[in-house]
């Protein structure tokens, strides 16, 4: 589903992405662990078309996301780091104009029943989203990608600034969205969530992915150990 | 503590691209502005000077002739252009330059330039004096909008907060370094200006301590503007709004108000129609003595009156041509009639004054254009002493040659002539405006609002900032 | 996209409170504007009904006296005020020849303020000395008037401005413009739809409170369908140009403040300083000669032509040998030899006067040659001719009266040169002026207007995909 092939982004003399191959397939939830500047957000920015590839190419849904940018959005959801939604419209009516200019025409009781598939509580529907959390909003989020029947979900730090709880829920709605075959790519600081929800984990330093592993194969403390030791904190480690 | 966010604030505004791009254009423009208006300056009046003197020219070499020929003949008083208007051209488009002095009648100003151009016109012209009261308000805000809310969207406010600053101090240094740009582009135009003006030729009414003065009260302009920017971005919430709001009154204060006001002045108290006022004024010339009727009998009343003074029975007998003695006489009722309608003008006129000194109240660039216009003697109130020194001197021209007239020939001796050297016994007409002293009291209300506008922008600034 | 865009967007609008406010500012300045209109108007009509009032109350007294003469009775006037004599008819019994109002002249000022609406040409006067400008205070010309025209050329501009200056940067700002660009939408074709859509509203409702302004004071715009949908169009085209400028500024700039300032700065460059420019270059490029020195030669010539009289009427009557025909008595007076040396000063004169119409329309040309460059020009200019207050318009009064003028006087030249009387019979044939509208409508500016937009419309769609993304999506 989510395909980058030898994806590369130079900044002048500076490389932001360097050679990057990953493979996310349907049903599968990368998690791409790594510092600030270590490329996560420059590679969610490529696969949504916002920056161009200095060379190397990106796919979603087989589609080349450099030539058919309009195309693969039709596939994928995207949740920034913060999600901001019309801070005068409802609930409803942010998830009815998102989905609506996608292409998807909803009726009132589809717009709440996908409300309430992402979590939302039933009285916050009719709000406006001024009033919201993070967390709420993110479910608004989440409640577009399922309107929108999504086949890739990019994720940019979607756990930070959230609570134990909240972050908890999100990750079940993570889960879920898995179990109907949605291909998930995750940046994220946070190497516990990654590894409860993950099924694949990566880790990035200075535009290069480093090192890889199946969750299920890991602890989380190996986890960490790899991470440590991937951003040179030997000393530490050991 | 001053110095330190004067300097802070200075170096921001400095690193900022957009700051330097317009400052560059606002300079740039005042230099095209002061080069057109010295070149028009010396235009005009290179085309006064010969005017004046060709004319004079003219009227000297009448020849032989009836005075009374002569006065019909008439001459005219040109209005010259003076120093200042390089800074301010005021209403001179608008108004008249030339008033044609003839027998029997007040003439009005004629030959506006604005009635010779295209409607372009009526946009405004690219003048020293647009771009100081227009652009560099405009320029203030640009400056200074984001001046407090940019702090509090960068969220230094805090920061600064818990270093313990006291307002006052950090009020007066954003103040002096949104102040110090535009002192220095103003004075550096002035500065221009002045030199300009020091070294073009032909003319004694320059002084520097008008442009002084002027350059005085666009300060006083600017630094109210300042005040009411920095206190609308320290009370807004948003840069962006603080901008919308500033420029709200920008809009307002120089765009709006004046054209308001000019309506307004004009429904309450309008002129007449120039048909109107000339219908008037004969309706009431008719009631007294025409000089040309001997047989009205206002005529035969002044007759017996001075037959009666004299002691004679027979206009003959008069030591004086009854007939230029009645021409007088009948100038004078005339003079009368039109001093009563041109003195209803100047009641309007006053009254107007005072409607736009009332909206002065929402607008501090109404009293500033009325200061400056009057210190370039390019106000409405310089016409009116214009155009009452050309009827004064009218008067007595029309006495000389009246009097030449009676003096100089009997009763009915209508194919007298004068020598062709009595013309040159008329003084010319010579105009000084307004000394700077006179202007000033004249104009001490306008001082006064802006004064108040001032020190009130100033109080509720200080009195808002204690509680950023 | 474009039904969900105009479904949310009116919503965005009403919550926060957009609608309302322009509703009640547009209600304000519209209503403050044509209600000044209209009293200009009103006072220019009424002007004009009591200048001929006085005309009809002279006519009568002027008949009167003739029949008294006629019946050889005494009168008590003055003897060259005497009716009978045809050149008191011509300099004391003038007509009025005025200029009334267009229906629409309430909507711009335009000259009306600076000429007069009507004058009453004499006889003995010099045509080029008719005096056409107001009696007006020269601040109130200086300030200009809050006329619609006014309303819709500075400020609705300005309404616009505030309006959309930040269509796309505040989304980007608030963080929503990284979730509508994973849409699978143009990002240009999504600001060209809520510019669209707010031009929509906007424009909907400049033509209801308009509308309902002109109304409430009293004007049926519907009784000109013509001139009030030909207005309605010049504003909309005028509006259209301003929500492209906004089209391009969001797309190319960035940043909400910046917007704005870019935005403000055009303002500035199209509304104040091109036609200031424009005008400026106008009079250096073709100057008005001065009007002292043409003072000066008008001066000299008479007091030449003062000189000559008797050589000049002899002149005159051999040019004219069908003046003198039918006159037994030929007594020349003053007036013979004036009416003939005014007619050698004004032929003499004439070059020197068409000298100032030809720079006026060389300066006119060439403003129409560059006016494309500010649509702020193209907007006045085709309001004034609208309200019938242009230069144009003016200019034509001018030329009618002048023409009238000499219509008056050789009217009256056969009776002077004849010595015949005026009597009760020839009333009735004198001459009388009625003013033509001689501009047509023209929908040559709504044209320009609409290429400008379209122009901008076509950059922005065509020239923002080889930029594509560049700068708005770098960092949220």
């Known amino acids: 589903m989510i395909i980058t092939d030898n994806l590369t982004k130079k900044y002048g003399a500076h490389t932001a992405l360097d050679h990057l191959n990953l493979n996310v397939n349907a049903g599968e939830i990368y998690c791409l662990l790594g510092a600030n500047g270590a490329g996560k957000t420059t590679t969610i920015n490529l696969l949504l078309g916002f920056i161009e590839p200095t060379s190397g190419s990106a796919f979603i849904n087989q589609l080349n996301v450099k030539d058919d940018a309009k195309a693969t959005k039709r596939f994928l959801a995207y949740i920034p780091e913060n999600l901001m939604l019309y801070p005068n419209l409802t609930a409803v009516e942010n998830l009815d104009y998102f989905s609506g200019i996608a292409g998807k025409t909803l009726s009132k009781s589809d717009l709440k029943a996908f409300l309430e598939e992402a979590g939302l509580q039933a009285e916050a529907f009719q709000n406006r989203i001024a009033t919201f959390s993070k967390g709420m909003r993110q479910k608004v989020g989440i409640a577009i990608a399922l309107a929108k029947e999504a086949k890739v979900l990019l994720l940019d730090e979607p756990t930070s600034g959230l609570d134990p709880k909240a972050s908890n829920e999100f990750g079940l709605l993570l889960q879920q969205l898995r179990s109907k075959g949605v291909a998930t790519l995750m940046a994220t600081h946070d190497l516990f969530r990654a590894k409860e929800v993950g099924s694949h984990i990566g880790i990035m330093k200075d535009g290069q992915l480093k090192q890889q592993f199946v969750a299920e194969d890991i602890s989380l403390s190996e986890l960490e150990q790899a991470y440590l030791n991937t951003m040179d904190y030997k000393e530490l480690a050991s | 503590m001053i110095t330190k966010t004067f300097l802070k604030e200075t170096k921001e505004l400095l690193r900022e691209g957009r700051v330097r791009i317009t400052v560059i254009i606002v300079l740039m423009l005042l230099g095209v502005a002061v080069w057109i208006s010295a070149r028009q300056y010396q235009n005009v009046n290179a085309q006064y000077a010969m005017a004046k003197t060709a004319e004079r020219a003219i009227w000297d070499n ?3 002739k009836n005075p009374h020929s002569a006065a019909h003949y008439g001459t005219y008083a040109f209005k010259p252009k003076y ?65 407090f809310t940019k702090e509090r969207e960068m969220g230094t406010l805090t920061l600064l907060k818990s270093q313990g600053i006291s307002s006052w101090k950090w009020l007066m240094g954003k103040w002096i370094a949104l102040f110090f740009p535009i002192f220095i582009i103003t004075a550096l135009m002035f500065l221009v200006a002045g030199i300009v003006l020091n070294n073009l030729n032909d003319f004694g009414v320059f002084r520097w301590d008008s442009l002084l003065m002027m350059f005085v009260v666009y300060l006083g302009y600017y630094i109210i503007f300042i005040n009411i920017v920095l206190l609308i971005s320290s009370v807004t919430k948003k840069s962006g709004i603080s901008l919308v709001v500033s420029l709200s009154i920008w809009i307002l204060a120089c765009l709006a108000a004046p054209k308001a006001a000019s309506n307004i002045a004009e429904s309450k108290h309008p002129y007449p129609t120039r048909q109107e006022f000339a219908a008037n004024v004969l309706k009431d010339k008719k009631q007294g003595l025409d000089g040309h009727n001997p047989w009205s009998k206002e005529a035969k009343l002044l007759e017996t009156q001075v037959l009666q003074e004299y002691g004679v029975d027979s206009l003959h007998q008069l030591p004086f041509n009854f007939d230029g003695y009645r021409m007088q006489k009948g100038e004078e009722h005339e003079a009368e009639v039109y001093f009563k309608h041109y003195n209803y003008l100047k009641e309007q006129f006053t009254q107007q004054s005072k409607v736009y000194r009332g909206l002065a109240a929402i607008s501090p660039y109404l009293p500033t254009r009325f200061l400056s216009m009057a210190l370039a003697h390019t106000d409405y109130a310089t016409h009116w002493d214009f155009a009452d020194a050309a009827e004064a001197y009218r008067i007595n021209a029309q006495k000389f040659l009246n009097d030449n007239f009676a003096e100089n020939s009997s009763y009915g001796e209508w194919s007298y002539r004068a020598d062709a050297e009595t013309w040159k016994e008329l003084p010319a007409f010579d105009y000084d405006p307004p000394k700077l002293e006179s202007i000033l009291d004249q104009n001490a209300s306008n001082m006064g609002i802006l004064g108040v506008w001032l020190v009130a922008s100033f109080g509720i600034l200080l009195f808002t900032t204690k509680t950023v | 996209m474009l039904s969900y865009n105009f479904k949310y967007e009116l919503k965005l609008l009403l919550r926060s409170r957009w609608i309302q406010l322009l509703s009640v500012v547009l209600l304000l300045l519209f209503g403050f504007s044509a209600f000044n209109g209209m009293e200009k108007v009103e006072k220019r009509k009424n002007d004009i009904i009591a200048a001929k009032l006085e005309v009809e109350e002279n006519d009568k007294l002027m008949l009167q006296l003739l029949d008294s003469v006629e019946r050889g009775l005494a009168v008590s006037v003055p003897r060259w005020t005497i009716p009978s004599n045809p050149m008191a008819v011509g300099n004391y019994h003038p007509r009025v020849a005025a200029m009334e109002p267009q229906p629409m002249a309430f909507i711009a000022t335009g000259q009306a303020d600076l000429f007069t609406h009507y004058v009453k040409p004499t006889v003995s006067g010099d045509d080029f000395a008719l005096n056409f400008t107001e009696m007006t205070s020269p601040v109130q010309l200086l300030f200009g008037s809050f006329d619609l025209a006014f309303v819709i050329i500075y400020l609705l501009p300005l309404l616009i401005i505030a309006f959309s200056y930040n269509v796309l940067s505040a989304e980007k700002e608030s963080g929503s413009l990284r979730l509508l660009a994973a849409q699978p939408i143009g990002i240009q074709n999504w600001v060209l739809q809520k510019l669209g859509l707010r031009f929509f509203w906007l424009a909907i409702l400049v033509i209801t409170v308009l509308t309902v302004v002109l109304v409430v004071l009293g004007i049926n715009p519907f009784s000109e369908v013509a001139i009030y949908s030909g207005l309605l169009g010049l504003v909309l085209a005028y509006m259209l140009f301003w929500f492209a400028v906004a089209f391009l500024v969001n797309l190319w700039v960035g940043s909400s403040a910046k917007n704005a300032v870019a935005m403000l700065g055009l303002w500035v460059v199209f509304v104040l300083l091109v036609p200031s420019v424009l005008n400026q270059l106008g009079n250096t490029l073709y100057p008005m000669p001065s009007r002292s020195l043409m003072i000066n030669e008008m001066r000299s010539m008479k007091a030449e032509v003062t000189e000559k009289q008797d050589e000049i009427l002899d002149n005159f009557l051999r040019d004219h040998p069908e003046y003198a025909i039918n006159d037994t008595t030929q007594q020349r007076g003053f007036y013979h030899r004036y009416m003939a040396s005014q007619k050698l000063v004004k032929e003499e004169m004439a070059p020197l006067i068409s000298s100032y119409e030809e720079q006026l329309r060389n300066q006119q040309n060439w403003i129409g040659k560059f006016k494309w460059l500010s649509p702020a020009i193209i907007a006045q200019e085709s309001l004034n001719k609208m309200a019938g207050t242009a230069t144009e318009d003016y200019e034509g009064f001018r030329k009618q009266v002048v023409g009238f003028a000499g219509k008056w006087r050789e009217h009256l030249m056969p009776f002077l040169y004849n010595n015949q009387d005026f009597s009760q019979a020839d009333y009735d044939a004198l001459p009388r002026f009625t003013y033509q509208n001689e501009t047509e409508l023209q929908f040559g500016g709504l044209g320009i207007l609409l290429a400008l937009s379209l122009v901008l419309f076509a950059t922005g769609i065509f020239g923002y995909k080889k930029l594509s993304g560049a700068g708005i999506l770098d960092q949220a």
């Open chain 2, 62 to 64: 009448q020849g032989e």
């Open chain 2, 83 to 147: 120093p200042l208007s390089l800074v301010d051209q005021g209403v001179d488009k608008y108004a008249g330059t030339s008033i044609f002095l003839e027998a029997h009648k007040r003439n009005e100003a004629q030959f506006s330039a604005a009635a010779d151009q295209t409607g372009l016109a009526r946009f405004g012209d690219l003048t020293p004096d647009f771009i100081l009261l227009f652009i560099i308000p405009l320029l203030i805000i640009l400056l200074g909008y984001n001046s």
